[in-house]
């Protein structure tokens, strides 16, 4: 368990680079709330966007996660507490007005760079005209 990374993995360096190329400056592994023990793999704060790439093994994808062949009772456990966890996790952030994006570690980074950076700027044009209205 010690050798699994929790963050700066292949797939979140890769879409962090797309994101950055895009002129998007970021938090890595960083608590979007203070009162929440939980880390973000990108937060934009001041869009309040929190981002997640998870892995297929360790959240549960529903196209390739397998259950492991030994200790499986431990395991199946671990997966299901984590997945919960990220259900809690997003209800919290969006309870506190936050966007939270979620993308799988197979999923093309190209694609969830531009996701992120439209929901971005998406939230940064509202917060702009809410402050011109009032």
């Not at 936050?98 to 998406?122: G, M, N, S, T, Y």
Request: contains cysteine; glycine residues 6%.
């Amino acid at each position: 368990m010690q050798a699994i990374r929790s963050r700066d993995t292949k797939p979140e360096q890769l879409i962090r680079r797309l994101v950055h190329a895009q002129g998007l400056r970021y938090r890595v592994a960083a608590k979007p709330l203070p009162g929440l023990r939980r880390t973000a793999d990108l937060v934009f704060r001041p869009a309040k966007v929190a981002v997640f790439v998870d892995g297929c093994y360790w959240h549960g994808c529903p196209e390739h996660y397998v259950s492991p062949k030994t200790n499986t009772g431990y395991w199946s456990d671990k997966v299901a507490g984590n997945v919960a966890r990220d259900r809690d996790t997003d209800q919290r952030l969006t309870e506190a007005g936050w966007l939270v994006l979620r993308f799988w570690e197979h999923e093309p980074a190209d694609k969830c760079a531009a996701h992120i950076a439209a929901e971005v700027e998406r939230r940064r044009a509202s917060a702009r005209v809410s402050k011109e209205d009032g």
